[in-house]
């Protein structure tokens, strides 16, 4: 292995990549990882140098506040290449901005900037061969930050290890989805931790998802936990409704995360003239225009699953089949979106990040 | 170190004892293990087989879920040391039936109670001198399950890795505690995952227990996240009030977890004959107990901290302190407590498990 120090970072290349025994046509989403992972701990009260070595397993003591308290909070990106070969990222001061927002709210040190665009570009241009080209192929990108501590005391740690690990895939949902709207578990409340990328979130919302699995369907839309009148998001889109010709999604709050995909198509639409309306959307609105014939189309959007329809919904006993259009508008948000992501379209509002 | 196999357990003894080298005067909460742990692994659909083996850091994959969607439960248990040398647990069915109840809350498997108090008690047993005599003193007991499967797709995992971890310990809350009841922040949502030991709810209350500490207050109570108006319980205890003669705690719901100090102190009291009233307790009341002196006494209960008196509480800008009478209900239950923990008085309930 060779061992370099570049700009205050250690870096050990693998001997070598595991690239040619993966099957980038048949990959399940997650499971393969590239040849190389950053790493940074924070200990004695500030970020160390950060390194980068072969990916490999972690040595932790079983006591670090990560197991115990769910102190971790995540991020999720994705690089592209483009035709000739270039890689490119989507928006990526978004995902740093926010991985440090869901810190902040767990009690967690804020990673520094350089560190992690350093970290995250060197990182990128050693496993560029992970990132295939093509329609919905990418490298997703996994920064996260977990306490490490070995101690159980419930208070914040003292110590943590921020890490970027990348893993190729293809599409997220491969099918149409089928939700149900909760009405008894919830997600997240007023004055929680809703609208951080908490790691304890996705676990709340584990046994419900597998309850309406069991039936059929693939994921819950959450509502308010009060009331469960408010359609907020799902369990890693947000979601959006076409009633007629307008666009309709919930604001966010502290109950909801606000997606990078969230607003990026947000602005699409305008720059489409497509009228937007950011309210409170209810249940009984959008069983209305279901039977009313006005509700088009039902999207979620998200970085893994970029922009995915929904063709069903279930309310208690019903279940309403959304009727699409032949022109979708969740089909032009995905295709020009894509075009962005993907170097084809031009740049209008500088969110390409060139690796 | 000897390897044997012990009722389809694995046993792999330290080759030496770390306990020399233990200041047990002077020791933190959690953060000194003993010289053994307990490890089982969950995977291809069953527990396998469960192994004790020297403390140990864990290797473990980057993409573990448990850091990155907080898939994991625990629970907090306490051995004892009475005059005779003789090691009781208290009340352990009942940890063990929760981490159960949680562990389910997440989409994990339950763990076999065989496997549970076999290992419970092996481990006890070969780790006995670390379980101190004295007033306070006690063994803390960590069994904690988490995702071990090197996968970050959203879903709950496939491996899981049931562990028990020890760490000896004196009193949690060296002095009386000070609270702030919250008015913004919030625990858990009706419908959440609130009553269960779930890591996630932890990391969340660490910010707003910080900004309270930053004020000279020592923990928050948390109010239902809808109004606020009720008082649940605290971030590691359930809460008591005394009003006048009457002893007042919230019932146990989807958002308050069902604490076992809890409802040892409730069939105390009852044993004592004192009226116990389990309702909803508003702020308001509180408040109002406080000020035409009513209010008598408030503590939290809990395994850690044990029974936790509370001098001062703040809502808003108000502070209103605690004015306690000379023969406290707190004391009186903490005493009658302990003194069936330590085997010093009957065991009405049964609540004793001999090691
Ligand atoms: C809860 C939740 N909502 C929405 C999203 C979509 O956010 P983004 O578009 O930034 O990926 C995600 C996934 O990142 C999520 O975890
Ligand atoms: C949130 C919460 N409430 C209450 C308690 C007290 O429960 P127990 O008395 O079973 O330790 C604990 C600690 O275990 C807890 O974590």
């Not at 970027?164 to 709207?181: E, F, H, L, T």
């Not at 990328?197 to 509502?223: C, D, M, R, S």
């Not at 497509?274 to 009313?292: G, L, M, N, S, W």
Request: charged share 30%.
């Amino acid at each position: 292995m060779s061992n370099t120090i570049v700009n205050e970072m250690k870096i050990v290349k693998a001997e070598s990549s595991k690239i040619q025994d993966v099957d980038f046509d048949n990959i399940d989403f997650g499971r393969v990882f590239t040849d190389h992972m950053f790493s940074c701990d924070f200990k004695d009260g500030k970020w160390q140098t950060p390194e980068i070595t072969p990916y490999q397993p972690l040595t932790i003591d079983p006591s670090a506040r990560v197991f115990h308290y769910g102190q971790a909070v995540f991020e999720g990106m994705k690089a592209f290449k483009d035709d000739k070969d270039a890689v490119w990222l989507f928006r990526p001061e978004d995902n740093f901005n926010r991985i440090n927002i869901s810190a902040k709210r767990l009690a967690m040190p804020e990673f520094p900037k350089e560190y992690f665009f350093n970290g995250l570009e060197t990182l990128l241009k050693l496993d560029k061969e992970w990132v295939k080209k093509g329609d919905g192929n990418a490298l997703y990108i996994r920064p996260f930050i977990i306490a490490s501590e070995p101690a159980i005391s419930a208070s914040p740690a003292e110590e943590y290890k921020f890490m970027i690990i990348c893993s190729p895939v293809k599409a997220y949902y491969k099918d149409k989805i089928k939700v149900v709207i909760a009405e008894k578990y919830s997600r997240s409340a007023d004055g929680g931790v809703g609208f951080a990328k908490a790691a304890g979130n996705y676990a709340a919302q584990f046994y419900p998802t597998k309850l309406v699995q069991e039936t059929g369907f693939h994921q819950v839309i959450w509502t308010d936990a009060n009331t469960h009148e408010y359609l907020e998001e799902a369990g890693t889109m947000n979601i959006f409704f076409r009633i007629n010709d307008k666009l309709v999604t919930a604001p966010t709050s502290d109950r909801i995360l606000d997606g990078i995909t969230r607003k990026s198509i947000i602005q699409i639409a305008k720059d489409n003239n497509i009228e937007v309306d950011i309210r409170p959307v209810t249940v009984k609105e959008i069983k209305e225009a279901a039977k009313d014939g006005s509700l088009k189309e039902i999207f979620g959007s998200g970085t893994a699953a970029v922009v995915s329809p929904i063709s069903a919904f279930k309310h208690g006993e019903e279940v309403f089949d959304v009727v699409e259009p032949e022109n979708t508008y969740h089909g032009m948000f995905k295709r020009q979106l894509m075009d962005i992501q993907y170097n084809i379209a031009e740049d209008k509002h500088g969110w390409r990040y060139k690796i």
